[in-house]
């Protein structure tokens, strides 16, 4: 429900970078220190993936060497605004989870240009950051849950988008109608003025249309089609220099 009312809202908030991506991770690898500021609201998370990536996908891309983290990994959601980030690296066992501060050294955040401006991404560079491993097993299954549960509440998040864009939000005559309550009879007087209660609104009057007159010009070829047929003997035909009025009359 949370995230089908952020997409209702069309919110720029990181909840699903934070609150679901990172903290399922954390939570199933037994993290607990960022876990309690997070629930608490005192540091947001991102989990150093591409926001394409779908389980089961391969997240390696960073490697923990003697100098620390070092890698890159394109079009991550949340990492700007995040305060801790949760880092796949790739060990001698499998994949880990590192966390390491996003204003470490040797770790840039590169923001780029999407579509979305709802979710912001950004490219992260690790170059010799330092970093504090979480557990001690592998971290396949905890990553995981993470994008499942991810990708879960991503669709619950485009139905209230859907929801919200379906949904007009501008006034229009039969919900102003309707939301002033019941109607009341209307009555109109004599004078053209239209009675509703206490009210009273001056009805509209339509202009007059004025008589179409087509110049004689117009009319000319018309005029010498006429002249040019035989006329009975003892008839005549006028025509007026603006109007064209022809008529035969008898003597």
Known sequence: MVMEEIGRAVAPVPFLSSAVLATVALSLSGETETLSGLANGAVTAALVV?????????????????????????????????????????????????TVARDAAGVEVSPILTFDMTRPLADVQFSGAASSRIGTGPAHAALAEALQTAAALLASEQLGLRGGALTPHWPTPRSVSSSAGPSVPTRRSNTGWRTCGSRSVRRRQRPAMPPTRVPGAMQMPLLRRLLRRPTAAGSRCTSPSNVCSCTVESE
């Open 50 to 98: 591409p926001l394409s990536t779908a389980p089961g996908d391969p997240v390696t891309g960073v490697s923990n060497g003697a100098d620390g983290l070092t890698g890159r990994i394109t079009s991550v959601a949340g990492a700007r605004e995040a305060d801790v980030l949760v880092v796949p690296v790739a060990g001698p066992d499998g994949v880990e989870l590192h």
